[in-house]
């Protein structure tokens, strides 16, 4: 590709972008939530077009590293403006010393193929994330 030829950007594409701006911003885990010592956490994407299609991810988080911005990307390749954002449950979550945060997330997002506002996205999120905290001292 020649370094004078741009190639547009989609509107998947820039809103990506924009998350992934985001969360390189965002403190780690470990800075935003100091009493937080381990997050292990449980996905499943659920497709409304094969709903038995997908299996649980299951996995530890690196809190030293690992951004406070806990977002999921929607596996629907023609989702706009979808994905899941878990970002304010998990604050909610270490607020109130919660050990466990499930619960089931549909995609905000839009089918790019139509019109964005005419067609959901549909997919959804099912998760369960175990929190892990410093003993206080005293």
Request: aromatic share 8%; proline share 5%.
């Amino acid at each position: 590709m020649s370094p004078f030829f741009k190639q547009k950007q989609g509107a998947r594409a820039k809103y990506q972008e924009r998350q992934g701006r985001r969360v390189r911003d965002a403190l780690t885990l470990s800075e935003e939530f100091p009493r937080l010592k381990s997050l292990t956490a449980s996905i499943r994407y659920l497709d409304s077009v094969a709903p038995d299609n997908s299996h649980p991810l299951k996995f530890a988080v690196n809190i030293q590293r690992a951004k406070s911005v806990l977002r999921f990307q929607c596996p629907n390749t023609d989702c706009i403006r979808g994905d899941f954002d878990l970002t304010e449950e998990l604050a909610r979550a270490v607020k109130q010393h919660s050990t466990t945060l499930t619960g089931e997330m549909p995609c905000p997002g839009w089918r790019s193929k139509d019109t964005i506002g005419t067609i959901r996205c549909h997919n959804a999120l099912r998760y369960a994330i175990r929190l892990g905290y410093s003993r206080r001292r005293g």
